[in-house]
């Protein structure tokens, strides 16, 4: 099939397509003579992977080495797959920790701030992001 028949089965932009192919993601089983870009059903389920893999949080550069584990499974081992999956849990993990504090934050400098008509020159979010707010900081740490 050529790429566009293969972006309508996928859901993927052709852009997307050619971008995968230029990351080393995707490549054409081959080129008509006219050097149109054909693709099997392996493709489509190297995009399924892709799909799921960017689903879960894989970077592309993830995906690119979970692809190689995919397609040599002979020559590697079930833990390093996990090993991949386990740093990722990890990223995500440390990253909802990150954005829990972000959260806590902000719920004290808007919980202090009155929302008030008045000019901003007394808000006390403003004030609270200029001095570097101890009660910012120590949500932050």
């Known amino acids: 099939m050529k790429i566009g028949e293969l972006s309508k089965q996928t859901g993927f932009q052709i852009e997307t397509l050619r971008y995968y192919e230029?990351?080393?993601?995707?490549?054409?089983?081959?080129?008509?003579?006219?050097?149109?870009?054909?693709?099997?059903v392996e493709s489509l389920k190297q995009l399924k992977f892709i799909h799921q893999a960017k689903s879960?949080?894989?970077s592309l550069n993830e995906i690119s080495e979970l692809l190689t584990l995919r397609v040599e499974r002979d020559q590697h081992s079930?833990?390093?797959v996990k090993n991949i999956a386990e740093q990722k849990l990890e990223q995500i993990e440390n990253k909802i920790t990150e954005l829990?504090?972000?959260?806590?934050?902000?719920?004290?400098?808007?919980?202090?701030?009155?929302?008030?008509?008045e000019p901003a020159t007394t808000c006390t979010i403003l004030s609270a992001l200029d001095d570097g707010s101890k009660?910012?900081?120590?949500k932050l740490s």
């Open 78 to 80: 079930c833990s390093e």
């Open 100 to 117: 829990s504090k972000m959260r806590d934050a902000l719920y004290v400098i808007t919980d202090a701030c009155c929302g008030g008509d």
């Open 135 to 138: 009660q910012v900081g120590a």
């Open 56 to 58: 879960v949080g894989f």
């Open 22 to 40: 230029k990351q080393g993601l995707l490549q054409p089983v081959s080129r008509t003579d006219s050097g149109y870009r054909e693709y099997d």
